[in-house]
């Protein structure tokens, strides 16, 4: 491999653990479309190296996210029973899908995400006396804990298995389903959101990476590089979420991932 090559591929691996760590979404929303665009990888094998990408940004994050207590780990390691079992049947459909058919689909959820986290805004339930404790949190927020309340937890289960299966068949990470999911249908506060996503991430792409790699898709060369490069950049990325305003941070969110449909929109261009 070119030495501007491997300089190429931590770059991008530092911007995309950066913006994972900073959102939740694991930086899939950049490995896959730079990796076929810039990079001439194929899309079945970009997604291979996403994930690898994903699984050590999300180690990086969680490192802190969980020391802090902003991560639920909890309510994550619930939701992901439901998101592996997603991600490992959808890895198996992505190898029958034709590559334009992948990226379409990547397209559509990202947009979907985007404009929901727009149109629908942020409500969190406070505890009431009769509150099942199981499912009472509180976190760090910006004006000192925040105490939750989270609802819908059978249907968030049920729509993690769609959020898994699109982690696998896109290498996305499922964050872009997973982070308006529990924002906005479970009513969980947009950081613990993003702390949470980044946590669930690495075990989903981890599931996903393993149907990969039996399939001898994964480029070892390409995925060490970028794996180096979202391990640092996901530090870079707590350290800014610590300065944003959730408000903010949901409004970023929205623009990151337009941004990334357009992306992927003309990738679906040049293989058609």
Same mark, same amino acid.
């Given at each position: 491999?070119?030495?501007? /090559?491997?300089?190429?591929?931590?770059?991008?691996?530092?911007?995309?653990?950066?913006?994972?760590?900073?959102?939740?979404?694991?930086?899939?929303?950049?490995?896959? %479309?730079?990796?076929?665009?810039?990079?001439?990888?194929?899309? $079945?094998?970009?997604?291979?190296?996403?994930?690898?990408?994903?699984?050590?940004?999300?180690?990086?994050?969680? /490192?802190?996210?969980?020391?802090?207590?902003?991560?639920?780990?909890?309510?994550?390691?619930?939701?992901?029973? /439901? $998101?592996?079992?997603?991600?490992?049947?959808?890895?198996?459909?992505? $190898?029958?899908?034709?590559?334009?058919?992948?990226?379409?689909?990547?397209?559509?959820?990202?947009?979907?995400?985007?404009?929901?986290?727009?149109?629908?805004?942020?409500?969190?339930?406070? %505890?009431?006396?009769?509150?099942?404790?199981?499912?009472?949190?509180?976190? %760090?927020?910006?004006?000192?804990?925040?105490?939750?309340?989270?609802?819908?937890?059978?249907?968030?289960?049920?729509?993690? $298995?769609?959020?898994?299966?699109?982690?696998?068949?896109?290498?996305?990470?499922?964050?872009?389903?997973?982070?308006?999911?529990?924002?906005? =249908?479970? !009513?969980? %506060?947009?950081?613990?959101?993003?702390?949470?996503?980044?946590?669930?991430?690495?075990? /989903?792409?981890?599931?996903?990476?393993?149907?990969?790699?039996?399939?001898?898709?994964?480029?070892?060369? =390409?995925?060490?590089?970028?794996?180096?490069?979202?391990?640092?950049?996901?530090?870079?990325?707590?350290?800014?979420?610590?300065?944003?305003?959730?408000? !903010?941070?949901?409004?970023?969110?929205?623009?990151?991932?337009?941004?990334?449909?357009?992306?992927?929109?003309?990738?679906?261009?040049?293989?058609?």
């Amino acid at each position: 491999m070119e030495p501007l /090559t491997m300089v190429g591929l931590l770059v991008l691996g530092s911007g995309a653990g950066i913006i994972g760590s900073l959102f939740g979404l694991g930086g899939g929303i950049l490995f896959v %479309p730079i990796l076929t665009v810039v990079f001439g990888l194929a899309p $079945t094998e970009a997604v291979a190296v996403s994930l690898i990408g994903i699984i050590a940004g999300s180690v990086g994050a969680s /490192t802190v996210y969980v020391d802090r207590g902003q991560s639920n780990v909890r309510l994550g390691l619930l939701l992901e029973i /439901t $998101t592996a079992a997603g991600a490992i049947l959808g890895a198996m459909v992505a $190898t029958m899908l034709e590559d334009w058919i992948l990226l379409l689909l990547m397209a559509a959820i990202v947009i979907y995400s985007a404009v929901r986290m727009i149109v629908n805004p942020e409500r969190i339930v406070e %505890p009431s006396g009769d509150a099942d404790g199981d499912m009472v949190f509180e976190y %760090p927020g910006d004006d000192g804990p925040v105490r939750y309340e989270v609802q819908n937890v059978r249907g968030g289960m049920a729509l993690c $298995t769609l959020a898994g299966m699109a982690s696998s068949m896109t290498g996305i990470g499922g964050g872009a389903i997973k982070v308006p999911l529990m924002n906005i =249908y479970m !009513h969980i %506060p947009i950081k613990a959101v993003s702390a949470t996503s980044s946590y669930m991430i690495g075990i /989903t792409a981890f599931s996903g990476a393993i149907t990969y790699l039996l399939a001898g898709q994964v480029l070892p060369d =390409y995925a060490a590089f970028v794996a180096i490069g979202s391990f640092i950049g996901a530090f870079a990325g707590v350290a800014v979420s610590r300065r944003l305003n959730a408000r !903010h941070l949901r409004r970023y969110f929205s623009v990151v991932l337009f941004a990334m449909a357009g992306m992927v929109l003309l990738q679906v261009g040049c293989v058609i």
